[in-house]
């Protein structure tokens, strides 16, 4: 199966490209595209940033003991989790299929699209079912009462606002219109932080405003962008063959996209259940400042998803892989030292001296990032985009080590015990990824060689391609 879609992969992008763009062209292309679209979001990153950080010394000068700041982290966790497998199940279900087809065929891609789509409202639906039944539960557990169980509610809610916004990129993605991607995106970004400052300046801020906005921006930069995409999608019909395809793959797909978004945010969830809010209100704090290397790897496979199977057909994944090491590790190294040398500095300058107590939680989890960084954008995308199995068997060996380890280390070490057990967990499968990813991207390219002459052959005037169902 694997086979057979990175073959019909590699012919329509033949036929699409008969019109004869250079090799060379192709790369300086695809780099200026890396290097523009990384850069307006890093931007975004920075007013992401920006506005968690407001929030989080807020909330801390409002309640100094931070128990508003662990719910805050533990809400931002949940909507994490929440948008990272639904969304990105929904959002890898076009990027194996769309990125060939809208050029050959518009309205097979269309279908596709419709069916994703569909998948994710059912996920919504499912989850309100399940937020409406178990909201109590999840406020005594998790929000110190269940006098907060509204506030389930309020993450679900901001969850599927940013799902709608999140179909939308994908489509931008999926057809590589980077542009309109990356300007939808920074209004969303954007004003956030600006109704954040607002709410600062108002003097309203509090953990129910920042998620009614949250969930309010991202409807309308959804329904926005929506008014930007090609009219066959929103017809009505429904393909039975390409929902079963997508729903398929979907749910494969989601279930181990769960598992991955559990090891995300498990030793946040772990530790604030079992040493408290404060724990989890500084741990959360850290945790945006860490984190940054996992923004810049989300930047990466950006564009790398739609054309990681195109390299790999042509034989240059490896070498590209390689090339991108020799630019990411000396960087790497860099900001390792800075991280170790002027990492407590950095809390207290961006989070203020009530975050103080986490500044050595910080070194340990941002240096376990930047391994994570250097080390997977490749392999993780080509794992993930050819073999879901072995995605989940590697997501749950990842979530038992995790889990096991908090479960072992918070009730000892607290807050240190779970940035430990994070680190030290991200670093060894970051090494099980690379030896997998390696593997996987030698595996049978005689065979797609085969398939490329094949095709080229018949794309000169010879014997038409073999099959030509990928686009019908």
Known sequence: MVAWRLTTTRTASVLRDQGGEASSGNRLGFAWTLFWVSGVRAGMLVCSLLGA???????????????????????????????????????????????VLHGVNPEAAAKIVRAAFVMRVAAVVALALVATV??????????????????????????????????????????ERFGRFVAFEALFQGSRLIVTLGLVAAGALSVDAVLVAYAALGIAAGLFGATRLP?????????????????????????????????????????????????????????SLAVIPDFLVGLLATVLQPRIIDLYQRGELRRFWARLLLGMVPCALVGSVVTVCAGSWFVGVALGPRYAAGATAFVLVALGSLVWLVLTPVPAAMITLSAPRLTTALTILQLVLLAGGCLLAIPRFGLLGAAATAAGVRSVMALC??????????????????????IKSGASGGRPPPDRRSAQ
Not at 166 to 172: H, K, M, N, S, T
Not at 234 to 262: G, K, P, Q
Not at 439 to 451: D, E, I, K, S, V
């Open 231 to 287: 009219g066959r999608l929103f017809r009505l019909a429904l393909d039975r063959s390409a929902m079963i395809e997508v729903s398929r793959f979907y749910l494969w797909t989601l279930f181990a996209l769960l598992l991955s978004a559990c090891n995300e945010r498990i030793d946040l969830f772990l530790l604030g259940r079992l040493s408290g809010a404060r724990e989890a209100g500084l741990y959360g704090g850290i945790l």
């Open 433 to 454: 990824i690379v030896g997998a990813g390696w593997q996987l991207m030698g595996a049978r390219l005689g065979t797609a060689a085969a398939a490329e002459s094949s």
């Open 53 to 99: 950080l407001i929030v989080y010394r807020q909330l801390a000068a409002l309640d100094p003991s931070l128990a508003d700041a662990g719910r805050f982290a533990i809400a931002m966790a949940g909507i994490r989790f929440l948008t990272n497998s639904i969304g990105s199940a929904g959002d890898l279900s076009m990027l194996r299929r769309v990125p």
């Open 134 to 175: 178990g909201r109590s539960w999840f406020g005594a557990q998790f929000f110190g009462g269940a006098q907060h169980a509204h506030l389930v509610f309020l993450i679900v809610a901001a969850a599927a606002a940013e799902l709608l916004l999140r179909a939308v990129l994908a489509y931008f993605q999926a057809t």
